[in-house]
C-alpha cells in the first residue's frame, strides 16, 4: 500500500496521545463532588467552583456532577462504600451517616487558613452559621447558605399607608388589622406546602418563648410540644387565620403561587425566607419594592433568626476525603461566595461585603435584620433528626389552619409524636 | 431435529429478555422478601434481623398502614367503577355510529397517552384556589359558593385525586371496549330490536355477556392500577392534607425514602404484593363465566 503512511502516523499519534492523556489523568489526584443542583439553578456554577479551584490547585482534578436527585444515585454507592468524597445532598438522612461514623469531621479544618484571607475558615461564616451544621458538639456539616425566615413586607405599600415596620408582635397583629381595614389581604402563605407552615409556626414558637423553648423541644424533653409556649403560638397562628389576615386560599397554595400574590400586591406581606427576591427575580415587577424583617417578640424586635439549611458533607470513606474538605473550604471561602453571588446572585454563609457588591435593598435589610438579632439558630434540625415528627407537625398545623382541629389539639398531636419517638429504642436520639 | 432447532432458536430470542425480567423484576421481588425480615436504614450494608417484628409492627402498631390501606380501598372503588362505567358509557355511544364519533373517540383517549406527572401538575393548575380554571368558571356562572380548595380541604382532596385519574384512564378503557363492542355482529342486535327489547335489554342481555372477557380482563388490570397508584398522590397531596389522600404506595415510599426505614417499608410492600395477588385471582375466580359463541 502506497499511503501506508496517511493511516500509520494518525494512528501512532492518537496512540500517543490518549496514552499521555491517561498518564496525565493518572498523575493528577482527583476528588469527586456530587451536588444537588437546585438552590443556585443547575450545575453549571458548580462547575466553575470546581474549575477555579484546579487553578487554585493544578494537580488536582475535580469530578463535580450533580443533578435535582442524587440521592438515586447515592444510595445504593453508600450502601456499597463506593462514595463520592464531598456532597451537597438535598433528602439524604446525614444525620444517620454522622451517627455511623460515616462523615468526615472538619472541626481541625476549621482552625486553619481560609482561601484567600488571613482569617480562620471558621471566622469568616456568618455569626451562628456553623451551629447549624454541628451534631453531638462536633462539626460535621457546612450550611449551604443560612436564609432565615421571616416577613417580606411590600414597601411602597406601607409607605402609602404610613405602616411602620412592627416592633413586637402586638404591633404585628394591630398591623394586620390597619391593612385589612384599606381591602388588602395582610399576610400570603404557602399553606399547601407542609414545611412552610412547619417553618412559620416555628419561628413564631422562638419569637413567644424564645430559642430556649424550641431547644428544649428538640431535645424532646417531656411536655414542650405541647406547653404552654407552644400552644400561644399555635393560637396566635390560628387567629391569623380565623381573622382573615392569612388569604383564605393559602392552604391550597404553593410558595410559588404565594410568593406571586405577594410581589403582584395582592398582599401586603408574605411569610417565607429571604431567598424570595432570588426565587422571583423574573416575575418581579421593576417597580416593586420590598424589604425585610424578622417575627418580633412580644417585648421587642426579633433576638433570634431561624435559618432554614441544606447541609454540605465529606463522606470518611471518600477516596481523597482530606481533600474534598479542602474543596469545601475552598467552596466556602470569601473569594468564592463574592465570585458567586457576583455571577448568580447566591448569597452563602459566609460574610460577604453586600453593600460593595451592589446587593439590592432587600438583601441588604435581610442581612441587618439577621445581623440586628444576633443569634441564629436552624429552624429545620430537628424535623431532619426525626422526619415522623416533621410529618405529624405539620399534618397538625394544616388541620389547624384548615379549621379541622383546635390549637389544643394540634400541639397535643406534636406531643404525641414527639412522645413515640422519645420511647422508641430503635430510633437514634440527638441533642442540641 | 427440526422441532430441536426452533426450541433453540426460540430460547435464544427469549434469553436476553428473560434476563432483563430475572433481574429487574424477579430479583427485585426475592430480594424484598428477603429484606422484609430486617431493619434497615438503606444507608449501608448492615442489616439486622429482626424476623417477623416487621409483620407484628405491621398489625399491631401502625394505624397510619391501615388508614392508608383503607383509603386505598376508597381510591379503588371510586376509579374502578367510575373509570370502567364512563368508560362503556363513552363506547357505546361512540361506537354507534354518529358523527363526529371519531373526534371523540381521540378527545377522550388523549389523555392516556400524556405523562401521569405532567397531567397531574395541570390539575394542580385547574383546581388552584384563587386563578385555578375550576373555581374560576365556578365563579363566573355564580356559583361562589361551591369553590373550594380543592386540595387542601379532608372532603374534596382524595375526590379530586381520584378524578383527575379517572379523567385520564376512562379514555384507554374506553378504546378497549370499542374493539370489544365490534366484535359484537350487528345481527344480534337487530334480532334483539325485532323481538322488542329496548336499548337497555340489548344492552345486557347482548352486550354485557359478549363483552364479559374484556369486561374482566379490563377490571383486574385497573384494579392492579389503582392499588399501585403514587404518582398523581404524590405529586397532586403528597398525602395531604392531614394524611387524608395518603394510600399504600405513597406511604411505603416515605418510609423507606423519608423515614429511612427499609426493611419496614418492604414489609408493607410484601402485604401489599400479596393482597394484590389474592384479590386478583379471587376477582378472576369469581368473574369467570361461560364463554358465550357466537
Not at chain 1, 399555635?234 to 382573615?244: F, P, W
Not at chain 2, 367510575?82 to 358523527?99: D, E, I, M, N
Amino acid at each position: 500500500m502506497k499511503n501506508r503512511k496517511y493511516i500509520i502516523i494518525p494512528l501512532l499519534l492518537m496512540v500517543f496521545f490518549t496514552i499521555n492523556s491517561i498518564y496525565a489523568r493518572n498523575s493528577k489526584e482527583t476528588i469527586e463532588v456530587a451536588v444537588f443542583t437546585g438552590p443556585v439553578g443547575g450545575l453549571e456554577p458548580w462547575l466553575e467552583v470546581a474549575r477555579n479551584y484546579e487553578k487554585l490547585n493544578p494537580n488536582i482534578e475535580v469530578n463535580i456532577w450533580g443533578n435535582p436527585s442524587i440521592e438515586d444515585q447515592l444510595r445504593p454507592r453508600i450502601v456499597r462504600g463506593d462514595v463520592p468524597d464531598t456532597v451537597f445532598p438535598r433528602t439524604l438522612d446525614l444525620m444517620t451517616l454522622a451517627n455511623e461514623g460515616k462523615i468526615y469531621q472538619l472541626d481541625e479544618l476549621l482552625t486553619e487558613k481560609a482561601y484567600g484571607v488571613e482569617q480562620n475558615w471558621e471566622d469568616v461564616f456568618k455569626p451562628g452559621a456553623l451551629n447549624v451544621g454541628r451534631l453531638d458538639d462536633k462539626q460535621y456539616f457546612i450550611p449551604n447558605a443560612v436564609n432565615c425566615v421571616g416577613w417580606c413586607y411590600n414597601k411602597k405599600m406601607f409607605d402609602q399607608y404610613g405602616w411602620d415596620v412592627p416592633q413586637t408582635w402586638h404591633e404585628l397583629e394591630r398591623l394586620c388589622a390597619e391593612i385589612k381595614n384599606k381591602g388588602i389581604v395582610p399576610i400570603a402563605l404557602a399553606g399547601n406546602v407542609p414545611w412552610y407552615v412547619r417553618r412559620s409556626f416555628t419561628d413564631l414558637v422562638v419569637a413567644t418563648g424564645g430559642v430556649d423553648a424550641f431547644t428544649k423541644a428538640s431535645n424532646l424533653e417531656p411536655g414542650t410540644w405541647n406547653s404552654p409556649v407552644f400552644l400561644k403560638a399555635a393560637q396566635r397562628l390560628r387567629n391569623l387565620m380565623d381573622k382573615g389576615y392569612i388569604q383564605p386560599e393559602a392552604m391550597g397554595m404553593n410558595h410559588t403561587i404565594s410568593q406571586s400574590e405577594f410581589v403582584f400586591s395582592n398582599t401586603a406581606m408574605v411569610w417565607v425566607n429571604e431567598t424570595l427576591e432570588r426565587e422571583m427575580r423574573d416575575v418581579i415587577p421593576e417597580d416593586f419594592e420590598m424589604r425585610f424583617f424578622l417575627t418580633p417578640t412580644d417585648e421587642g424586635p426579633a433576638k433570634s433568626a431561624g435559618a432554614i439549611t441544606l447541609l454540605w458533607a465529606v463522606f470518611e470513606e471518600g477516596n481523597n476525603s482530606q481533600r474534598g474538605a479542602d474543596f469545601l473550604k475552598y467552596v466556602f471561602s470569601p473569594e468564592n461566595m463574592i465570585n458567586m453571588y457576583k455571577k448568580y446572585n447566591f448569597v452563602g454563609p459566609i460574610d460577604i461585603p453586600l453593600e460593595e457588591l451592589g446587593a439590592s435593598d432587600f438583601l441588604l435589610s435581610a442581612r441587618n435584620a439577621v445581623k440586628e438579632a444576633g443569634e441564629m439558630y436552624s429552624i429545620d434540625l430537628v424535623f431532619k433528626w426525626y422526619p415522623t415528627l416533621d410529618e405529624e407537625v405539620a399534618n397538625a398545623l394544616t388541620s389547624m389552619l384548615n379549621k379541622e382541629i383546635s390549637p389544643e389539639e394540634a400541639v397535643n398531636r406534636m406531643e404525641a409524636e414527639a412522645e413515640r419517638i422519645r420511647n422508641n429504642e430503635d430510633i437514634i436520639k440527638y441533642k442540641l | 431435529m427440526l422441532k430441536k432447532e426452533k426450541t433453540v432458536l426460540t430460547i435464544t430470542f427469549l434469553f436476553p429478555a428473560l434476563c432483563m425480567y430475572s433481574v429487574f423484576v424477579l430479583y427485585p421481588i426475592f430480594r424484598a422478601f428477603y429484606i422484609c425480615f430486617f431493619k434497615w436504614s438503606g444507608l449501608s450494608a448492615n442489616m439486622t434481623f429482626v424476623g417477623f417484628n416487621n409483620f407484628i409492627k405491621l398489625f399491631t402498631n401502625d394505624p397510619i398502614f391501615w388508614m392508608s390501606f383503607k383509603q386505598t380501598l376508597l381510591y379503588l372503588v371510586i376509579i374502578c367503577v367510575a373509570t370502567l362505567f364512563l368508560a362503556l358509557l363513552f363506547a357505546t355511544v361512540v361506537s354507534q355510529g354518529l358523527k363526529w364519533s371519531k373526534f371523540f373517540q381521540i378527545i377522550f383517549f388523549w389523555p392516556s397517552l400524556l405523562s401521569i406527572v405532567a397531567v397531574s401538575v395541570l390539575w394542580i393548575f385547574i383546581y388552584s384556589p384563587r386563578l385555578g380554571v375550576l373555581n374560576s368558571l365556578l365563579r363566573l356562572i355564580g356559583l361562589d359558593g361551591w369553590t373550594r380548595i380543592w386540595l387542601a380541604e379532608k372532603g374534596t382532596a382524595l375526590p379530586s385525586v381520584a378524578f383527575t385519574i379517572i379523567w385520564m384512564w376512562v379514555g384507554f378503557y374506553m378504546v378497549l371496549f370499542i374493539s370489544g363492542l365490534q366484535k359484537i355482529p350487528e345481527e344480534l342486535y337487530e334480532a334483539a330490536r325485532i323481538d322488542g327489547a329496548n336499548s337497555l335489554q340489548s344492552f345486557r342481555y347482548i352486550t354485557v355477556p359478549l363483552m364479559w372477557e374484556t369486561l374482566r380482563v379490563a377490571f383486574v388490570y385497573i384494579l392492579i392500577q389503582a392499588f399501585k397508584l403514587f404518582a398523581p398522590v404524590y405529586v397532586m397531596t403528597q398525602g395531604a392534607p392531614d394524611r387524608t389522600t395518603e394510600n399504600l404506595a405513597t406511604y411505603i415510599y416515605k418510609t423507606a425514602f423519608h423515614y429511612n426505614e427499609w426493611g419496614y417499608a418492604t414489609a408493607m410492600g410484601v402485604i401489599m404484593f400479596l393482597f394484590i395477588l389474592c384479590i386478583t385471582m379471587m376477582t378472576r375466580r369469581l368473574t369467570k363465566r361461560q364463554t358465550v359463541q357466537y
